[in-house]
């Protein structure tokens, strides 16, 4: 089975195994597992942040990142199809007691003036706005990137009006490696950045928050009230220090299979437009089927996807899709062409 459903699917590489067996552990509630310590260092040192915190999952991460930057009764700013308002199940309001505006950008991606168009004026009726979230690459926008011009316009904004803003880096190094930028750069700008390991990166587990000493501080207290505080974690962080130093160049080859998967697609009748691919994720809209039906022919074929919407189904290419898969891959959707005229 070629299993394309997401970039959370891969499996360790015998060499991260190897890192992960040889990592130096302690009990980290203690603050005593050096190596969960080298990679919230090395995470927030690359990312031109203070400190870090590691967490078992994104959903963490950005939820401990909106607890700490929030209070009760105030306002967070974020695209309707961001992952914190879609898809952490209703966190937002049961964990930090807030209220969302949600704002729509093209594929995702939100704009400096829309942004300071949603800060609500400081009168009783309104929620105090306080925390604006970015995503990068954007999941719902088929893996769109922001430029750092864009990312500087919103936190100028942010910085007039005294608002956090965290960026729910999932995806980021998608993001960096296809825009060129330096990962340094994104500290200036973001108050908080959520980075998932177990995504392109292949880690099986794990995502790092960083930000200054004083909010991740307070985020380690958040974690603990979460569940989030791990004993001898240094064996996933050993994973997540040697996805950083092994595998961020190697998700150039995703997105190169995500462009030749997107144009096999863009040359089948049942599909009436793929998102332009910017990173590694390919969304196709379908006619003459439904994305059930057409799913089902898929998987039959030995290939899986999601549906993604009404009438859209979602391709993510990662670590363990190779060049021979890519080739069944394009084959299959061939044949599925000929099935359907
Ligand atoms: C996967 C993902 C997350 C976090 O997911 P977890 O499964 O909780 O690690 C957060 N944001 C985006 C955009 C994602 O794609």
Do not use: W
């Given at each position: 089975?070629?299993?394309l459903?997401?970039?959370t699917?891969t499996?360790?590489?015998?060499?991260?195994?190897?890192?992960?067996i040889q990592?130096?552990?302690?009990?980290?509630?203690?603050g005593?597992d050096?190596?969960?310590?080298?990679?919230?260092?090395k995470?927030?040192r690359?990312?031109?942040m203070?400190?870090?915190?590691f967490?078992?999952s994104g959903?963490?991460?950005?939820?401990?990142?909106?607890?700490?930057?929030?209070?009760p009764?105030?306002?967070?700013?974020?695209?309707r199809?961001?992952?914190?308002?879609?898809?952490?199940?209703?966190?937002?309001?049961y964990?930090?007691?807030?209220?969302?505006?949600?704002?729509?950008?093209?594929?995702?991606?939100?704009?400096?003036e829309m942004?300071?168009?949603?800060?609500?004026?400081d009168?009783?009726?309104f929620?105090?706005?306080s925390?604006?979230?970015?995503?990068?690459?954007m999941?719902?926008g088929?893996?769109?990137?922001?430029?750092?011009?864009?990312i500087?316009?919103i936190?100028?904004?942010?910085?007039?009006?005294?608002?956090?803003?965290?960026?729910d880096?999932?995806?980021?190094?998608?993001a960096?490696?296809t825009t060129?930028?330096?990962?340094?750069?994104?500290?200036?700008?973001?108050?908080?950045?959520?980075?998932c390991?177990?995504?392109?990166?292949?880690?099986p587990?794990?995502?790092?928050?960083?930000?200054?000493?004083?909010?991740?501080?307070q985020?380690?207290?958040?974690?603990?009230?979460?569940?989030?505080?791990?004993?001898q974690?240094?064996?996933?962080a050993a994973?997540?220090?040697?996805a950083?130093?092994?595998?961020?160049?190697?998700?150039?080859?995703?997105?190169?299979?995500?462009?030749v998967l997107?144009?096999?697609?863009?040359?089948?009748?049942y599909?009436?437009?793929?998102?332009?691919?910017?990173?590694?994720?390919?969304?196709?809209?379908?006619?003459?089927t439904?994305?059930?039906?057409f799913?089902?022919?898929?998987?039959?074929a030995g290939?899986?996807?999601?549906?993604?919407?009404?009438q859209?189904?979602?391709f993510?290419?990662?670590?363990?899709?190779?060049d021979?898969?890519?080739?069944?891959?394009v084959?299959?959707l061939?044949?599925?062409?000929?099935?359907?005229?």
């Amino acid at each position: 089975m070629i299993d394309l459903r997401s970039d959370t699917v891969t499996c360790p590489t015998p060499a991260m195994l190897e890192a992960m067996i040889q990592a130096e552990v302690g009990d980290d509630v203690f603050g005593e597992d050096p190596t969960v310590q080298a990679l919230e260092e090395k995470t927030a040192r690359t990312f031109g942040m203070e400190a870090g915190l590691f967490c078992p999952s994104g959903t963490m991460t950005n939820q401990i990142a909106i607890r700490a930057q929030t209070q009760p009764q105030q306002e967070v700013i974020c695209h309707r199809n961001a992952h914190i308002y879609l898809y952490e199940g209703g966190g937002l309001a049961y964990n930090s007691l807030v209220s969302v505006r949600l704002l729509t950008g093209e594929r995702g991606v939100l704009k400096a003036e829309m942004v300071d168009a949603a800060i609500n004026p400081d009168d009783v009726h309104f929620p105090p706005t306080s925390l604006v979230a970015l995503e990068n690459t954007m999941n719902k926008g088929g893996g769109a990137c922001y430029q750092l011009n864009q990312i500087k316009e919103i936190a100028e904004v942010c910085q007039k009006h005294k608002l956090a803003l965290h960026l729910d880096g999932a995806r980021v190094f998608n993001a960096l490696v296809t825009t060129g930028d330096e990962p340094a750069e994104y500290g200036k700008y973001f108050s908080s950045i959520s980075v998932c390991l177990s995504k392109g990166l292949g880690a099986p587990v794990g995502s790092v928050l960083v930000g200054s000493h004083d909010l991740i501080k307070q985020a380690r207290r958040v974690r603990k009230v979460f569940g989030g505080g791990m004993r001898q974690a240094g064996y996933l962080a050993a994973a997540g220090i040697y996805a950083l130093d092994h595998h961020v160049e190697k998700l150039r080859e995703d997105h190169q299979r995500a462009k030749v998967l997107a144009e096999a697609l863009q040359d089948c009748s049942y599909v009436t437009s793929v998102l332009p691919v910017e990173t590694n994720i390919v969304i196709a809209t379908l006619q003459d089927t439904t994305p059930q039906h057409f799913l089902s022919q898929l998987e039959k074929a030995g290939v899986k996807a999601v549906t993604f919407g009404k009438q859209d189904v979602r391709f993510v290419t990662h670590l363990d899709f190779l060049d021979n898969q890519l080739d069944q891959v394009v084959g299959v959707l061939k044949k599925l062409n000929r099935q359907f005229a």
